[in-house]
T-cell receptor
Framework: DAKTTQPTSMDCAEGRAANLPCNHSTISGNEYVYWYRQIHSQGPQYIIHGLKNNETNEMASLIITEDRKSSTLILPHATLRDTAVYYCIVRAMDEKLTFGTGTRLTIIP | GAVVSQHPSRVICKSGTSVKIECRSLDFQATTMFWYRQFPKQSLMLMATSNEGSKATYEQGVEKDKFLINHASLTLSTLTVTSAHPEDSSFYIC????????????FGPGTRLTVL
């Protein structure tokens, strides 16, 4: 059963911020929000994860709503190399990663 | 992040033969590794959890006698597709928790298997 809902596809202009939404209305208190991306014909790449607080690293920022029912992954300055399928995954520490269908993000020159 | 490698990156074999895929953790030890399969235009599906020194745990619907997993060391897990058939053609990907970063799984680059 899918724990997350993501748009099927999105476009973003090169150089602009890409904001990818994810709904996880049934998230439990011990479940983290993980983001991975998969560039065509490669293994998934870890981006970021968080529990309650917003997180930022060199790749992206993760904004989690106060009720934790949704989150947004932000790529601050999208480049053509950011074109990929982005997966939002909800997972407790002792659980397996279950991939949904993700969002296909296309960066437009 | 932690680095996971796979070998080979792609393999073509004849129907009925067996193919071995290796998954290595390069800069950390991994007591647990995971094997996924991905068909074209589909998402990743977990096949099995590979445990160092013990038997693998297979997901429902995955034939353990067809997909043999061996995790003989803390840095190497192998997946052998036995008696491969064209329907086994897929992208096989392994992952492991990243050493000191026990919260996060890191993935290998994948192995493209084509069975003729």
């Amino acid at each position: 059963d899918a724990k997350t809902t993501q748009p099927t596809s999105m476009d973003c202009a090169e150089g602009r911020a890409a904001n990818l939404p994810c709904n996880h209305s049934t998230i439990s208190g011990n479940e983290y929000v993980y983001w991975y991306r998969q560039i065509h014909s490669q293994g998934p790449q870890y981006i970021i994860h968080g529990l309650k607080n917003n997180e930022t690293n060199e790749m992206a920022s993760l904004i989690i709503t106060e009720d934790r029912k949704s989150s947004t992954l932000i790529l601050p300055h999208a480049t053509l190399r950011d074109t990929a399928v982005y997966y939002c995954i909800v997972r407790a520490m002792d659980e397996k990663l279950t991939f949904g269908t993700g969002t296909r993000l296309t960066i437009i020159p | 992040g932690a680095v996971v490698s796979q070998h080979p990156s792609r393999v073509i074999c004849k129907s009925g033969t067996s193919v071995k895929i290796e998954c290595r953790s390069l800069d950390f030890q991994a007591t647990t590794m995971f094997w996924y399969r991905q068909f074209p235009k589909q998402s990743l599906m977990l096949m099995a959890t590979s445990n160092e020194g013990s038997k693998a745990t297979y997901e429902q619907g995955v034939e353990k006698d067809k997909f043999l997993i061996n995790h003989a060391s803390l840095t190497l897990s192998t997946l052998t597709v036995t008696s491969a058939h064209p329907e086994d053609s897929s992208f096989y990907i392994c992952s492991a928790f990243g050493g000191s970063d026990t919260d996060t799984q890191y993935f290998g680059p994948g192995t493209r298997l084509t069975v003729l």
